[in-house]
């Protein structure tokens, strides 16, 4: 159980990271202690989450069919309520949030095309102003015009510059465009969440 979990936990970093809302995560951040009956627990999350916001999210991962468990279900209500206290959102992400597809595999294929170079806001708003200029285009035709930039459309989707329908497999012939702010069209972790 615990490996899939931790499985769980690499897929959410995936989605993190290619989250524009997201501004930065960090794995077990901090103890927090909570009121369970007669007693102080302590819980550590899984993730801390900062939105672009600047509000913070504190993430836990479980699978889905341990929520049926009346002890970790009692557990985790307790924990949301002393966090609501302390004015901090708390997600429970199961599966069917985190794997829900197309989505995971179009994100995983988006960085296998994205490469590994680091990309400056300004080179990212310049291959912003050229697709503007040539467009419109689809991922295929948005690599052959930032030919020669070292830009990828893959990266400018990635970073919430370009939008692109991630509810579809992606390939080199899905439709790409640019982002707006608060676009429905924008990447959202899980609809569920809303950012």
């Known amino acids: 159980m615990v ?3 931790e499985l769980l936990e690499l897929d959410l970093m995936h989605l993190l990271e290619a989250a524009p809302e997201v501004a930065a995560y960090r794995q077990q951040p901090v103890d927090i202690s909570y009121p369970d009956d007669d007693a102080l627990r302590k819980y550590t999350p899984d993730f801390e989450v900062l939105l672009t916001s600047g509000q913070f999210l504190y993430v ?11 002890e970790i279900a009692r557990k985790l209500e307790a924990i949301r309520v002393q966090l609501e206290r302390d004015e901090i959102r708390f997600e429970v992400l199961t599966c069917a949030d985190i794997r829900r597809q197309p989505r995971l595999n179009n994100i995983r294929w ?13 080179a990212a708003d310049f291959g912003a102003r050229r697709l503007a200029a040539t467009g419109p285009h689809t991922i295929g035709s948005a690599h052959a ?14 970073k919430g510059i ?9 390939s080199f012939e899905t439709p790409i465009h640019l982002a707006q702010e608060n676009s429905h069209e924008r990447f959202r972790i899980s609809r569920r969440l809303g950012f």
């Not at 988006?110 to 170079?117: E, K, P, V, W």
């Not at 015009?145 to 990635?158: E, S």
């Open 60 to 70: 836990e991962v479980k699978p889905q069919e341990r929520l049926s468990d009346p």
């Open 145 to 158: 015009a930032l030919r020669g930039t070292g830009l990828d459309p893959a990266i400018l989707i990635l």
């Open 3 to 5: 490996e899939f979990e």
């Open 110 to 122: 988006l960085y296998r095309q994205a490469g590994t170079a680091p990309v400056t806001a300004g």
């Open 162 to 170: 370009c939008a692109c329908d991630l509810d579809h497999p992606v």
